[in-house]
């Protein structure tokens, strides 16, 4: 079975899940979006607005910053793999509760099982916080900038992760965009020391 099929079937699950409180006010799942074979994957924390009308991850202003980001890095937004900790819309756009993306991880780990990628970026501190270790997200930055990027080890997937701002943040806060593109410099940089180049 294909990968495409394989996170088909993952996402008819996610639109029939009942495990927590944020299934009673979706409008639609926002399951992943990308390249099922992508060697770089995105990690946000959960649908927006937008996101829960579309069913799709990052399609509001926050998404198409990312794509900006990801063009600068070279890639076209179907190179890559996005998800979320969390598959429904939180109410108002809070962060997730501990409870909620519990519920949901086993969703991500098995997206990330099947996509087996090389890479994984973790937008902002909710992500980073689930796939790293509970921190802030200055300090996480400042630990891998120091000593180069973590390492995701679970089940199958072994692979390298950065851990950077999320777009609506540097809505919020432009400054911060300078910050977050030496971040992905940093990918970039150990992509070209694994592959010999940056593109996908």
Same mark, same amino acid.
């Given at each position: 079975?294909?990968?495409a099929?394989? &996170?088909?079937l993952?996402?008819?699950k996610?639109?029939?899940?009942?495990?927590?409180?944020?299934?009673?006010?979706?409008?639609?799942?926002?399951p992943?979006?990308?390249?099922?074979?992508?060697?770089?994957v995105?990690i946000?924390?959960?649908?927006?607005?937008?996101?829960?009308?579309?069913?799709?991850?990052?399609v509001?202003?926050?998404?198409?910053? &990312?794509?900006?980001i990801i063009?600068?890095c070279?890639?076209?937004?179907?190179?890559?793999?996005?998800?979320?900790?969390?598959?429904?819309?939180p109410?108002?756009?809070?962060?997730?509760e501990d409870?909620?993306?519990?519920?949901?991880?086993?969703?991500?780990?098995?997206? &990330?099982?099947?996509?087996?990628?090389?890479?994984?970026?973790?937008?902002?501190?909710?992500?980073?916080?689930h796939?790293?270790?509970e921190?802030?997200?200055?300090?996480?930055?400042y630990?891998?900038?120091?000593?180069?990027?973590?390492k995701y080890?679970?089940d199958?997937?072994?692979?390298?992760?950065?851990?950077?701002?999320?777009?609506?943040?540097l809505?919020?806060n432009?400054?911060?965009?300078?910050?977050s593109?030496?971040?992905?410099l940093?990918?970039?940089?150990?992509?070209?020391?694994?592959?010999?180049?940056?593109?996908l």
């Amino acid at each position: 079975m294909s990968n495409a099929k394989k &996170l088909g079937l993952i996402a008819e699950k996610i639109a029939q899940c009942k495990k927590c409180d944020l299934c009673q006010a979706r409008t639609k799942t926002v399951p992943g979006v990308g390249n099922p074979n992508a060697e770089v994957v995105f990690i946000g924390e959960g649908p927006g607005k937008s996101e829960d009308q579309e069913g799709e991850p990052f399609v509001g202003r926050a998404g198409a910053l &990312l794509n900006n980001i990801i063009e600068a890095c070279g890639w076209a937004r179907e190179q890559i793999y996005i998800a979320n900790i969390v598959k429904c819309r939180p109410p108002d756009n809070r962060n997730p509760e501990d409870e909620e993306s519990a519920a949901c991880r086993p969703f991500l780990d098995l997206q &990330l099982k099947v996509i087996n990628p090389k890479y994984i970026v973790c937008l902002g501190a909710v992500a980073s916080k689930h796939l790293v270790r509970e921190s802030s997200l200055t300090a996480l930055r400042y630990d891998q900038n120091r000593d180069g990027l973590y390492k995701y080890e679970k089940d199958t997937v072994n692979a390298k992760l950065l851990c950077t701002f999320h777009p609506a943040y540097l809505l919020r806060n432009p400054p911060k965009k300078k910050e977050s593109w030496q971040d992905m410099l940093i990918l970039l940089s150990e992509m070209e020391k694994d592959n010999g180049t940056n593109e996908l």
